[in-house]
């Protein structure tokens, strides 16, 4: 299982950027996806999550301004992050679960810097 990101990049305050996630040896919409972000000197935390076939959720911190979307025909999920404010700056993660073997898979991350 491979996860590869994608999409990061430096922005200013109010801007928008779209993360991509993909992935080789696992279907995203059969197991339970999340992406996760960890800052300089915090812990990693989790953003938003896409269960297979369920809903999406998100943290309280980005619910309004990110979205979760999934492309089946490519198995690639991307996170449309609008609206962004510096503390959005963060390696941010993709990460999937396979409902099968209950293993985690990570990406290798993306860096978002938010300038203000």
């Known amino acids: 299982v491979q996860l590869v990101e994608s999409g990061g990049g430096l922005v200013q305050a109010g801007g928008s950027l779209r993360l991509s996630c993909s992935a080789s040896?696992?279907?995203?919409?059969?197991?339970?996806m999340a992406w996760y972000r960890q800052a300089p000197g915090k812990e990693r935390e989790w953003v938003a999550g896409?269960?297979?076939?369920?809903?999406?959720t998100y943290a309280d911190s980005v619910k309004g301004r990110f979205i979760i979307s999934r492309d089946n025909a490519k198995n690639t999920v991307f996170l449309q992050m609008n609206s962004l404010k510096p503390e959005d700056t963060a390696v941010y993660y993709c990460?999937?679960?396979?409902?099968?073997?209950?293993?985690?898979?990570w990406g290798q991350g993306t860096q978002v810097t938010v300038s203000s």
């Open positions: 040896g696992i279907i995203f919409s059969l197991n339970d």
């Open positions: 896409m269960p297979g076939g369920g809903t999406t």
């Open positions: 990460t999937v679960n396979s409902r099968r073997t209950s293993i985690s898979y």
